[in-house]
């Protein structure tokens, strides 16, 4: 009866204390009064999309913006009325974490709790715009276990204007040192034109020779403690993948609720537009909410499970992939040790991986334009 429909959904809320300089995602800036608001229209787009989602559902994830930073109360309502699932992960910013919210987030079912550390070292922290000081995400974290949370990621971020290799390698250890279950560690990633480009424009540039040093620094010092390196950015102890992401990462369908959400089903992608106004007074009147609309051809699913596979440890069936492979190419790199066959799959070598988006872009084929099918 559920063949077909979706098994993993996406919820944003938005609202932040503040907005760090390197962010581009969808958020507002406090806005108190208006969280309950928003809720009434998140769960009254679920109840428009219900029809979409499988009876079982597997992951559910809450993102943001800081969703630990929603009301209370509104965050309660929200989580209890998400459909229950294996894997129920809301993101946190360290500062908002107290006892009472360990305690409310455990008591509405999450599994999983992301905690955005970025770094441990003060200035580093100050050069993000970050409120939370190392102290803020220790406590957090020790708060997080005392409400019995057995699933906590740290994300950490590299590439930081003045960081130095030294910094580095104390933020990794400070992080095996709270000894989380997965570890999240991405490359700094400033848009050009952002207030942060414009006041460390050329510190940045100076980073960016450095960011394959670091990505090594990040692997050998994870694998050698003992987590497995299971996606690119990404390293879980014992097989404590992120199930929701693992999900975007192997081509699945999701939905996505809330201003500027994104989802993939049946070849259709379709993104709620970022104004607030917009989406409140569409839902308010029971109407979906303002989109844009993206149908996937072929070639696109494709391509993008073949750039979304590679990124992973797991071998990558060539069947699904065939079409999009150019195979002197892939001739070439395996001769260069950068790719591997197993039987009937594909993966990137340690190597491989290393270079990673250079060695999936030489392995994609041409392909004719609007091939839908």
Known sequence: MNAGRVRHLYVHLPFCASRCGYCDFVTLVGRPGEH?????AVL???ELERGRLADGVETVFVGGGTPTFTEPAELRRLLEALPAAAEVTVEANPETVTPELAALLRDAGVTRVSLGAQSFEPRLLEV???RARPEDVRRAFYHLRDANFDNINLDLIYGIPGQEPSDLERDLDEALALGPEHLSCYELEAKPGTRFTHAHGEELARQA???EGYFELVVET????GYRWYETANFCREDRRARHNLAYWLGHDY?????GAVSTVHGLRWRNLPALPRYLAALASGEAPPRELEPLATSTQTQERLMLGLRLDDPLPLAQVQAALDLEALARLERLGLVERQGDALLLTRRGRFLGGGVTAELLAEFPANNYN
């Open 255 to 259: 939905l996505g609720l809330g201003m």
């Open 44 to 46: 009254t787009e679920l």
């Open 222 to 225: 994870l694998i050698e403690a």
């Open 128 to 130: 993000l715009d970050r």
């Open 209 to 211: 020779e450095s960011m």
């Open 36 to 40: 309950g608001r928003y809720v009434d």
